[in-house]
């Protein structure tokens, strides 16, 4: 690829890219969990009305409840719940990442990534158990035991900022591709579209982080700034944060990983 040819505002952009990413998916997020909430209130009415024994009543006179929603499957709450557990883990990998004296003293955009990013994760936890509360399931607050005993074993060999890329690259890969694979796993219409709206921002995550690998790798650590400068940025940084033309899901999480046992 010619320089010519390179776009020069990716690295400049992708924080701002990131943030606002992740603002439509909150929007989105949102909206799914609050059709998914009321579907559910009006399930638990229904179940209700069902012990009440009102349900014959009502089906004899039009089939009314045979128009409602199905409750969400032990599937759904457990996707759900691993899917926190993914996200749990995330969080405190980059908050002990961000207590790391060269992250702290060192480059301050990776600092910043780190601190927006962390948040972000955050933010997705909540929404994956307040939809598994709602989906009559318990809140996961554990992190994936899978990956948690990866995490734990890799924390002592962080030595420096391309370390703790690796690691958090491995974990944003993950979650992209469970997330992603959830989406044709779920039974909901509205759980599709909260994984649907989360697993885009943790693929984004994954690009600012192959992108920063490569700088760091090519001694190239100053270009990690926003703005950069986009003369010196090496050729191929417009395509190598973007890997893979459809998402993989190959090594996606299993529904039941980090359910609550």
């Given at each position: 690829?010619?320089?010519?040819?390179?776009?020069v505002?990716?690295?400049?952009?992708?924080?701002?890219?990131?943030?606002?990413?992740?603002?439509?998916?909150v929007?989105?997020?949102?909206?799914?969990?609050?059709?998914?909430?009321?579907?559910?209130?009006?399930?638990?009415?229904?179940?209700?009305?069902?012990?009440?024994?009102?349900?014959?009543?009502?089906?004899?006179?039009?089939?009314?409840?045979?128009?409602?929603?199905?409750?969400?499957?032990?599937?759904d709450?457990?996707?759900?719940?691993?899917?926190?557990?993914?996200?749990?883990?995330?969080?405190?990998?980059?908050?002990?990442?961000?207590?790391?004296p060269f992250?702290?003293?060192?480059?301050?955009?990776?600092?910043?990534f780190?601190a927006?990013?962390?948040e972000?994760?955050?933010?997705?936890a909540?929404a994956?158990?307040s939809?598994a509360?709602?989906?009559?399931?318990?809140?996961?607050?554990?992190?994936?035991?899978?990956?948690?005993?990866?995490v734990k074993?890799?924390?002592?060999?962080?030595?420096?900022?391309?370390?703790?890329?690796k690691?958090?690259?491995?974990?944003?890969?993950?979650?992209?591709?469970?997330f992603?694979?959830?989406?044709?796993?779920?039974?909901?219409?509205?759980?599709?579209?909260?994984?649907?709206?989360?697993?885009?921002v943790?693929?984004q995550?994954?690009?600012?982080?192959?992108?920063?690998?490569?700088?760091?790798a090519?001694g190239?650590s100053?270009?990690?700034?926003?703005?950069?400068?986009?003369?010196?940025?090496?050729?191929?940084?417009?395509?190598?944060?973007?890997?893979?033309?459809?998402?993989?899901t190959k090594?996606?999480?299993?529904?039941?990983e980090?359910?609550?046992k």
């Open positions: 690829m010619s320089r010519d040819h390179v776009d505002r990716l690295l400049r952009e992708l924080t701002e890219q990131s943030q606002d990413l992740n603002s439509d998916a929007r989105m997020t949102r909206e799914a969990l609050g059709e998914f909430a009321e579907e559910a209130a009006a399930e638990r009415r229904r179940s209700r009305w069902s012990r009440a024994g009102v349900v014959g009543a009502l089906t004899g006179a039009g089939g009314l409840l045979g128009m409602g929603r199905a409750a969400a499957s032990p599937d709450v457990m996707a759900l719940q691993t899917a926190a557990s993914i996200e749990n883990l995330a969080v405190s990998t980059y908050k002990t990442a961000a207590d790391l992250i702290k003293q060192g480059n301050k955009t990776v600092a910043e780190i927006k990013t962390m972000q994760h955050k933010a997705h909540e994956f158990n939809a509360t709602q989906a009559g399931g318990k809140v996961q607050n554990a992190p994936d035991p899978k990956y948690d005993a990866e074993k890799a924390l002592p060999s962080l030595k420096s900022p391309a370390d703790v890329v690691l958090a690259l491995a974990l944003e890969d993950i979650a992209a591709q469970t992603t694979k959830n989406v044709s796993q779920v039974s909901d219409a509205k759980l599709r579209s909260l994984f649907a709206s989360i697993a885009p943790e693929a995550h994954r690009t600012v982080l192959l992108t920063v690998q490569a700088l760091l090519g190239k100053d270009l990690i700034a926003i703005p950069t400068q986009p003369e010196k940025l090496p050729d191929t940084v417009g395509s190598i944060g973007i890997p893979d033309t459809f998402y993989p090594n996606a999480s299993p529904i039941s980090g359910a609550v």
